[in-house]
């Protein structure tokens, strides 16, 4: 069963704004890692964290992790028109398996 | 090959008939994942394999769905008597599935469409 849970709403905003979105899990993980998916086919590794850091950059991406809360953050920064994608979290609970969210669509506006 | 190959890419077919999916993951990976997406929505989950362990088959809607892998290598997915209600992007990707290395590599998927 998928355990990663974003918040299953989609979010809108102007190029160049910030977009943050939310991930949360119910047991202990090993690490978590953020995904995305442009136009419905293939999703892209994006970052991974692992459950003894509490945040990670990558470019303008950066991934927060509270494992007090069991939540994670994907923050992209000075957002771009190609931004535009859905973002899935995934979380390895340390059974070497992944569990997929639902998905959480990002629209960034020219 | 460089990445995970799933074929068709795109299949259109009737109504009651039967498909069958392919998916090529990457060499050496032992995990593979197969997921349905249909329009506008999230991954379902479908069925893992990892190694020659037994696969956890719990994401199969129904008795018409089957999956097979052969070793660490290809994968089908068969739909038997499909209905419109099949129709969807099939999504497969593959892992090494071993310590840190989980990191999953998405195929760029089938997309089925029942008429």
């Known amino acids: 069963s998928q355990q990663g849970e974003e918040d299953p709403q989609a979010l809108s905003i102007q190029e160049g704004e910030n977009a943050t979105m939310n991930c949360s899990y119910k047991t202990s993980i090993n690490n978590l890692q953020w995904y995305r998916q442009n136009s419905g086919r293939g999703l892209v590794h994006l970052i991974l964290i692992r459950s003894n850091e509490r945040e990670k950059h990558s470019g303008r991406l950066r991934v927060t992790l509270d494992t007090s809360k069991k939540s994670s953050s994907l923050l992209i920064t000075a957002s771009r028109a190609a931004d535009t994608a859905s973002y899935f979290c995934?979380?390895?609970?340390?059974?070497?398996?992944?569990?997929f969210g639902k998905g959480n669509q990002v629209v960034v506006i020219p | 090959g460089a990445g995970v190959s799933q074929s068709p890419s795109n299949k259109v077919t009737e109504k009651g008939k039967d498909v069958e999916l392919r998916c090529d993951p990457i060499?050496?990976?032992?995990?593979l994942y197969w997921y349905r997406q249909r329009l506008g929505q999230g991954l379902e989950f479908l069925i893992y394999f990892q190694g020659n362990s037994a696969p956890d088959k719990s994401g199969l809607p129904s008795d018409r769905f089957s999956a097979e892998r052969t070793g660490e290598s290809v994968s089908t997915l068969t739909i038997q008597r499909t209905q419109q209600e099949d129709s969807a992007v099939y999504l497969c990707?593959?892992?090494?599935?071993?310590?840190?290395?989980?990191?999953?590599?998405f195929g760029q998927g089938t997309r089925l469409t029942v008429v």
């Open positions: 995934a979380t390895d609970y340390g059974n070497n398996r992944l569990a």
């Open positions: 060499s050496g990976h032992t995990a």
């Open positions: 990707a593959s892992s090494l599935g071993w310590g840190d290395r989980t990191e999953a590599f």
